[in-house]
């Protein structure tokens, strides 16, 4: 057994108290890549220095995939980040069918998603994914879970991200597959995984119910882990999850559970 995942954590969820950069120098010293979120919440120059590898970070600050005024704020704020993102190198940057407030709330919430809304943000997408050629970066759609975290967020189930992202079929546009998400709203995470497979740029995980390290809930992560090897899998899996004590020890569990 080995370590076969390329395994990252996200730095605004584990040990709270501490400087964005002293988090993000502890993973890197744990042999573990970071994700971040809003990168206008941190400073960028104390980043570059704290040594890390960075896998992904939410790719936009404000905007929407369902209309032309949101799309436009997406594909604006989107060309931003991208310069950052290579600025601090940050392997993947993040998407979501609508911005997300206080919460995680969405923004504007959008209770029923019309055949045009699809439709807008197919074309939103496109454009993103020739921006980020152009630019040479790489974007991902993430699914959400809609019943405890994230209600009202448009296009958040993995079924709807997948049709969007494969719809597209751009090296560029890649699936960001949440399976802790997907574990509350739609289960059946290994043959989803196995659907999504083509398109997956990252997989990311946390435990279920609590959003806590693997071991904590009721998700064989273990199985998943072994399922994914025997796939073909070998890409980045993102712990994007509280610590249930000490954060070092729920590291330790996260790289146990995908150790295969």
Same mark, same amino acid.
């Given at each position: 057994?080995?370590? %076969?995942?390329?395994?990252?954590?996200?730095?605004?969820?584990?040990?709270?108290?501490?400087?964005?950069?002293?988090?993000?120098?502890?993973?890197?010293?744990?042999?573990?890549?970071?994700?971040? $979120?809003?990168?206008?919440?941190?400073?960028?120059?104390?980043?570059?220095?704290?040594?890390?590898?960075?896998?992904?970070?939410?790719?936009?600050?404000?905007?929407?995939?369902?209309?032309?005024?949101?799309?436009?704020? %997406?594909?604006?704020?989107?060309?931003?980040?991208?310069?950052?993102?290579?600025?601090?190198?940050?392997?993947?940057?993040?998407?979501?069918?609508?911005? %997300?407030?206080?919460?995680?709330?969405?923004?504007?919430?959008?209770?029923?998603?019309?055949?045009?809304? $699809?439709?807008?943000a197919r074309?939103?997408?496109?454009?993103?994914?020739?921006?980020?050629?152009?630019?040479?970066?790489t974007f991902?759609?993430?699914?959400?879970?809609?019943?405890?975290?994230?209600?009202?967020?448009?296009?958040?189930?993995?079924?709807?991200?997948?049709?969007?992202?494969?719809?597209?079929?751009?090296?560029?546009?890649?699936?960001?597959?949440?399976?802790?998400?997907?574990?509350?709203?739609?289960?059946?995470?290994?043959?989803?995984?196995?659907?999504?497979?083509?398109?997956?740029?990252?997989?990311?995980?946390?435990?279920?119910?609590?959003?806590?390290?693997?071991?904590?809930?009721?998700?064989?992560?273990?199985?998943?882990?072994?399922?994914?090897?025997?796939?073909?899998?070998?890409?980045?899996?993102?712990?994007?999850?509280?610590?249930?004590?000490?954060?070092?020890?729920?590291?330790?569990?996260?790289?146990?559970?995908?150790?295969?």
């Amino acid at each position: 057994m080995g370590q %076969l995942f390329q395994l990252a954590a996200c730095a605004e969820m584990l040990w709270r108290d501490k400087p964005i950069e002293w988090r993000a120098a502890r993973l890197h010293e744990m042999g573990f890549e970071v994700g971040l $979120w809003n990168w206008p919440d941190h400073d960028l120059t104390k980043l570059e220095k704290s040594g890390a590898t960075f896998s992904i970070m939410n790719g936009y600050l404000r905007g929407r995939l369902t209309d032309e005024e949101g799309a436009a704020e %997406l594909l604006e704020t989107a060309r931003e980040t991208a310069q950052v993102g290579k600025r601090l190198g940050v392997a993947r940057l993040n998407l979501h069918g609508t911005g %997300l407030g206080e919460g995680g709330l969405p923004v504007m919430p959008v209770e029923v998603v019309t055949g045009a809304m $699809w439709l807008k943000a197919r074309d939103t997408l496109h454009r993103v994914a020739e921006m980020a050629e152009k630019e040479d970066v790489t974007f991902t759609l993430e699914n959400l879970n809609l019943p405890v975290d994230h209600p009202g967020v448009p296009f958040g189930r993995a079924e709807d991200t997948l049709a969007l992202v494969s719809s597209i079929d751009h090296p560029r546009l890649r699936l960001n597959l949440d399976l802790y998400h997907a574990q509350i709203g739609e289960g059946n995470l290994i043959e989803l995984c196995r659907t999504c497979l083509p398109w997956i740029g990252e997989v990311q995980v946390a435990d279920v119910p609590g959003r806590m390290e693997p071991g904590t809930g009721e998700v064989n992560w273990h199985g998943i882990a072994k399922a994914l090897k025997a796939m073909g899998y070998s890409g980045p899996v993102g712990m994007e999850a509280f610590a249930s004590g000490d954060p070092e020890a729920a590291l330790e569990a996260f790289r146990n559970a995908f150790t295969v």
